[in-house]
């Protein structure tokens, strides 16, 4: 028999304990040397430690009672070139399933899951399919057959974390591959991102590892891979409020969700809410308070993965303030009384209200458009306004007054979806915060922005001005849940979008 120097080829996945798990027949933790039969045939399972130099017999009392007394077909481990079993070190796996103490070793029964309580685990991955070569003793690389076998399935995993991924030896090239069983994004990720890589409740993942040698040992290519699914925790709803005033918003959200689930609603409201994923494991959604709602007892109703939630909202009556005033009668004909102007305002601005971005570009409470401290409002949210005695109308925005070109500042994240001018409102800008949630800027005399740009919090977008339909300098400032107009003013002084 020649020495083998060489390890095999293997995965393992701890967590809460380290354990060093070797295939090709042989158990190295206590760093001796085993010597092996060249040949590269499994030996026959009759004696439990054929092939095992320098491991002490296991008596026929002490085997696992699958291996006892008969021969067993060799299942397939994780190095390919030998596949009898799994050797592996130490005292605490006395009391595991399938597993027969040997003094300081034991033997592992290959398809046993490795249970070391109920959230601390050892196991061993399969190979799910490979093309490689092992140097064999005499120095020649010899070519291991492909194999493909079914990936282990790890159930009601129950932390946060993938268990902690070890390869040895060290590939050439690594690359781990995880994907939730029902959707279609791949997150391809080096090994070090892998075991950081945070788990959500609910979930079923499919990791693949790929692995390519180019080495002195070993060449080619080895898939690992297994399935695992994380504990499923009950589907809960939430709702920022059960009162609100009119020109408001409520906040939804919904955790636990098992992967791919939708939130489906029912609401007395006539704005339906839109459910976006957290990238948390749940759905968070905005729930708009039309200024047109009519006051008294309304609801919302939740559903998704078997769960129902149903919430009573009540909504205040709010008495809004009433403006008359009177404005250059050329000025209201080319703007607001211009049947152009509204049908160029419609075909431009409408569509935008509906746009969406799946994701929450703000972070933390809006700051306010202008420096503070700066003007004053000369329009509250949702007047009720007439104009050169024709009305009434409804201003869904509010109006602060500022000597022309102050600086316009971005309250929040955001995507410019419009900056551009037009006839009715003058120089005007529209940034999408994600979840449907936009402002709107009119009047400007000057745009800093451009359709498409990404801004940040504070970031310069444009200046005060008096364009388009505007009896001076001021800044018209709105804001809208899709296209249901809201108190801007709300955002800048609570924290109702980050409510959480």
Request: glycine fraction near 10%; include cysteine.
């Amino acid at each position: 028999m020649k020495k083998l120097t060489a390890a095999a080829t293997i995965l393992v996945l701890t967590a809460g304990a380290v354990f060093w798990a070797f295939t090709g027949g042989f158990f190295a933790g206590d760093n001796s040397a085993f010597t092996l039969p060249n040949e590269l045939t499994s030996p026959s399972l009759e004696s439990p430690t054929e092939g095992i130099a320098s491991m002490p017999a296991l008596p026929e009392s002490s085997q696992p009672a699958e291996l006892a007394g008969r021969q067993r077909p060799v299942p397939t481990g994780l190095a390919t070139d030998r596949g009898d079993r799994y050797v592996m070190g130490g005292e605490r796996l006395s009391s595991m399933p399938g597993v027969t103490r040997v003094s300081s070793s034991a033997a592992i029964h290959p398809d046993a899951l490795l249970s070391l309580g109920f959230d601390i685990r050892a196991l061993t991955v399969p190979v799910l399919g490979s093309s490689y070569a092992h140097q064999g003793a005499d120095g020649r690389f010899i070519p291991v057959a492909p194999r493909h076998i079914a990936p282990l399935t790890i159930p009601d995993w129950g932390q946060n974390r993938l268990p902690t991924l070890s390869l040895l030896p060290m590939p050439a090239q690594l690359e781990v591959v995880i994907t939730c069983s029902t959707e279609r994004v791949a997150h391809r990720l080096t090994l070090e991102e892998a075991n950081a890589f945070p788990l959500l409740p609910s979930r079923t993942y499919d990791v693949r590892i790929l692995a390519r040698y180019d080495g002195a040992q070993y060449t080619g290519t080895v898939n690992f891979g297994y399935t695992i699914a994380t504990n499923a925790l009950p589907v809960r709803f939430e709702i920022s409020g059960d009162t609100t005033d009119l020109g408001e918003a409520l906040v939804l959200r919904a955790r636990n969700l098992p992967c791919g689930t939708q939130v489906t609603t029912e609401t007395s409201l006539p704005n339906a809410p839109v459910f976006f994923s957290d990238s948390r494991g749940g759905a968070v959604a905005l729930l708009p308070v039309s200024i047109h709602v009519t006051p008294g007892d309304h609801f919302v109703e939740l559903r998704a993965g078997g769960a129902l939630a149903r919430f009573p909202i009540t909504v205040l009556a709010t008495e809004f303030a009433v403006q008359r005033f009177n404005i250059d009668q050329s000025i209201a004909d080319q703007t607001v009384n211009s049947a152009a102007a509204n049908a160029e305002y419609r075909r431009v601005i409408h569509p935008l209200r509906e746009v969406s971005d799946p994701v929450q570009h703000w972070q933390g409470r809006f700051s306010y458009p202008v420096t503070p401290g700066e003007g004053r409002i000369t329009t509250p949210f949702a007047v009720i306004r007439f104009v050169n005695g024709v009305g009434p109308s409804r201003h869904a925005a509010i109006d602060i007054a500022l000597p022309q070109g102050t600086p316009v500042y971005a309250p929040a994240g955001g995507r410019v979806l419009f900056a551009g001018y037009l006839q009715l409102t003058g120089n005007t800008i529209a940034i999408e915060h994600g979840l449907g949630l936009k402002t709107w800027y009119y009047h400007l005399v000057s745009l800093d922005v451009q359709t498409g740009e990404m801004v940040t919090n504070r970031q310069r977008i444009g200046a005060v001005g008096t364009t388009g339909f505007s009896t001076g300098p001021h800044l018209h400032y709105g804001m809208s849940v899709f296209g249901v107009y809201i108190n801007p003013d709300t955002a800048t002084n609570t924290d109702i979008f980050n409510w959480n």
